[in-house]
Every structure is written in structure tokens, then in C-alpha cells.
């Protein structure tokens, strides 16, 4: 499925292209399933306005879950018929996953759960590598308590679960019935952000002390939000800081601020190996049965990959979006 042009009214168009070869690293995979994110959003309407946009015409797409068909001679972690998933194209140089097969960089992938299906297992590489990264650059540990915001949505009901995972005691904050009841399900415990004061909860679950670890996939503004709910000391993560923050409170309150921006291994071709290796930490916790992705209920062919996109736009979806091949 290929962008010709980006733009508001940019639409995906069926089109046949040349069959990926394979460079040195490389392994050639048959797609089965590709999930939707929300920079996948951006970089189709925004275009070169985002740096790290493809050239047009582009095939999008990040995440997969799909069957290796051949491997590059030095490759000898996978081989042919291997089921593997990973975050590898869709940006820059890269290209994406929207399409019956993609070369990808082999540091970039992993073994994909055995107990998930191709569907399920596409839902997780961005997602599932953020959550992580935030969290273990907070250094979460068990006993500590730690506040998800947003622990409905994409990144947060991962971050939730490898927080539960992990040890901790964890809290979400969520914006209705569904949402909660989605969050209470995970093992966490709710947190009405529309009904609830910071100051309220953090005293309700903290006795006032605050949260060791504060995961916010909101970002932007609700920062103030995390800092106030952080304990003295404490780390707060997020996934969007692309805001004008005063950090007075943050420098007074001694915090540690994680930037968790996961495209950079295939941005810059930095420490790719980290993230193949953070995937297949998750594929042993998904095994384990400590984690499982959230589907929407919606499904989508390949062919239907704008009105999925629409689907993710319109903020009514629950759980991540998957297109199937």
C-alpha cells in the first residue's frame, strides 16, 4: 500500500513493486499482520514536516508479525520458516510494512510469542519496546508504586502489565467506565483523571508521599500532572515531550526525567541489537503469561489500511488496531 503524496487528504493506493533482495543483516520476511500507530498517523498526513518521514511515494507501516523466507549469508539468528515480529521500517530510508513482505534488519526482530497468534504478536513492537524502555531507564523495581497515565491506550496497557510484571504495585489513570474496567482487568488500580484531583489520589494511594515511578503516555502538558504525583526523588517517563515546560517544580522535587523516543535505533542505526533483544525479553514475559496485547475490536485487510487509519483517528478505538494480510 503506497502514499503517493502526504497530506490531510492522502490516500493509500494498491501497487505492485519488485520483490525486496536482501542486503548484508538483512532477513526477508512474508507478512501476516502489521499494527497501527499513531506516528504512523503523523507521518502520513505531516510528511517531510516530520523529520524522520520517508521520500513519496512510501510504503508506511512499522510493526509486523510475519514468516522469514530467506536470510542474508551472515545471519545465523533466524532461518527460513522462523515466525518473528519487530518494529523495523515505515520511516527515513526504511521501508515499511504495509506490504506482502519486507527486508528487514535482523537486530531489529525477534522469535515471536509462541502463545500469540500473527495478529496479536504485530500488536506489540513499538508499543511493547517503549513501555519497556521507560521503565527500565526508571528503574522500576519490585515494591515500588507506579502510576501509568493513560494505562487504556497503546504504549500505557503494556507499560500497566510489565509494571505488574516486574513487581511493582501499579495505579492507572483512565477517562471512563471502559477504560477503567479495561485498566482494573490488567491488575492495576483505576484512577478517574476527570473525577480525581492529583493532590486526591496521590494522597488516597501514597498517603501523600507519591508515586516511586510515574509512566506518562499522555505527555505534553499533563507533565505538571506527573510531576505532582511523583515522590521526592522519584522518575517520571514519558513518550511525548515535545512542550515548552516550566521545571522548576521537577528541579524541586529532585526528579529524574526519561525521554523514551524508541525510533531512534532505526533512525540513526544506533544500538539496533537492543531493541531485538527487548523483544525477546517481552516474547519470554508474553510466554510467561504476564503480558498480552489488547486488540480492537475492528478488523482491517491490508487493502483497508486508510480506513484503519481513520479508525485510530477518531480516538474511539480500544486497544491496538491490526491489519491483516
Known amino acids: ?87 523495523v521500517g515505515g520511516l527515513a530510508d526504511l521501508p515499511g510494512t ?22 496479536e504478536a504485530a500488536a506489540i513492537p513499538l508499543v511493547g519496546i517503549t513501555a519497556y524502555e521507560g521503565l527500565k531507564r526508571a528503574g522500576v523495581t519490585s515494591g515500588q508504586k507506579v502510576l501509568v497515565h493513560g494505562g487504556s491506550g497503546g504504549v500505557g496497557h503494556i507499560a500497566v502489565q510489565l509494571a505488574k510484571h516486574f513487581g511493582a504495585d501499579v495505579y492507572s489513570t483512565g477517562g471512563g467506565n471502559e477504560q477503567l474496567e479495561l485498566i482494573e482487568s ?7 483523571y476527570k473525577t480525581e484531583t492529583v493532590e486526591n489520589y496521590v494522597q488516597k494511594h501514597t498517603i501523600g508521599e507519591g508515586f516511586d515511578v510515574v509512566y506518562d503516555s499522555v505527555g ?40 523514551v523516543f524508541m525510533l531512534i535505533p532505526m533512525l540513526h542505526n544506533h544500538k539496533r541489537e537492543a531493541h531485538g533483544q527487548i523483544l525477546k525479553d517481552i516474547a519470554t514475559i508474553v510466554e510467561s503469561g504476564n503480558l498480552k496485547p489488547i486488540l480492537d475490536e475492528q478488523n482491517f485487510t491490508l487493502e483497508e489500511v486508510g480506513k484503519a487509519h481513520a479508525r485510530l483517528e477518531s480516538g474511539q478505538a480500544m486497544g491496538k488496531i491490526v491489519i491483516e494480510n
Open 186 to 192: 490488567l491488575g492495576a488500580t483505576g484512577i478517574n
Open 98 to 119: 504495509l506490504a506482502d513482505y519486507v527486508a528487514a534488519d535482523s537486530k531489529l526482530i525477534a522469535h515471536k510469542p509462541k502463545n500469540l497468534s500473527m495478529k
Open 220 to 259: 505534553g502538558g499533563n507533565l505538571i500532572n506527573s510531576f505532582n504525583a511523583a515522590t521526592l526523588n522519584g522518575h517520571v517517563a514519558t513518550t511525548v515531550s515535545l512542550v515548552e515546560l516550566d521545571l522548576t517544580l521537577a528541579h524541586f522535587k529532585g526528579l529524574s526525567l526519561h525521554v
Open 1 to 87: 500500500m503506497l502514499i503517493n503524496k502526504y497530506g490531510e487528504d492522502s490516500v493509500f493506493e494498491v501497487t505492485e513493486v519488485a520483490k525486496p533482495t536482501l542486503n548484508r543483516g538483512e532477513v526477508l520476511i512474508k507478512i501476516a499482520a502489521s499494527s497501527i500507530n499513531t506516528v504512523d498517523t503523523m507521518i502520513r498526513k505531516m510528511g517531510k514536516d516530520l523529520p524522520l518521514s520517508p521520500e513519496a511515494p512510501a510504503i508506511l507501516g512499522m510493526d509486523f508479525a510475519g514468516t522469514v523466507e530467506s536470510v542474508s549469508d551472515d545471519v545465523t539468528d533466524f532461518k527460513a520458516d522462523d515466525e518473528v515480529y519487530g518494529c
